[in-house]
């Protein structure tokens, strides 16, 4: 069974950084996509990573501070996040699947979410 895994999430001081890690069980896939969801917001794009290519592409309010990476670990990605803000606070999901897309609906399989919380 297909499995994502997000780790790395904890606690955070503003203007501090996080990494994030997804590690997919079995294979590797085409694009892995980090999504995150704020209590009572909507879930929001934060950007796609193409594994062939290593090509990405960020969410436009995210302004550079995000950066996702192929990790060192096999079918892993890294999400790393600089210049935190306390409205960065949310569970940060990660998807993969064959679509390079900033749809939600176009990925596949999902982990669980780990939470980061940004504190002022």
């Known amino acids: 069974q297909v499995q994502l895994v997000e780790s790395g999430g904890g606690l955070v001081q503003v203007g501090g950084s996080l990494r994030l890690s997804c590690a997919a069980s079995g294979r590797t896939f085409s694009n892995y996509a980090w999504f995150r969801q704020a209590p009572g917001l909507e879930r929001e794009f934060v950007g796609v990573?193409?594994?062939?290519?290593?090509?990405?592409y960020y969410a436009d309010s995210l302004k550079g501070r995000f950066t996702i990476s192929r990790a060192s670990a096999k079918n892993t990605v890294n999400l790393q996040m600089n210049s935190l803000k306390p409205q960065d606070t949310a569970v940060y999901y990660c998807?993969?699947?064959?679509?390079?897309?900033?749809?939600?609906?176009?990925?596949?399989?999902w982990g669980k979410g780990t939470l980061v919380t940004v504190s002022s």
């Open positions: 998807a993969a699947g064959s679509i390079y897309s900033v749809r939600p609906e176009d990925m596949e399989y």
């Open positions: 990573y193409d594994w062939s290519g290593g090509l990405t």
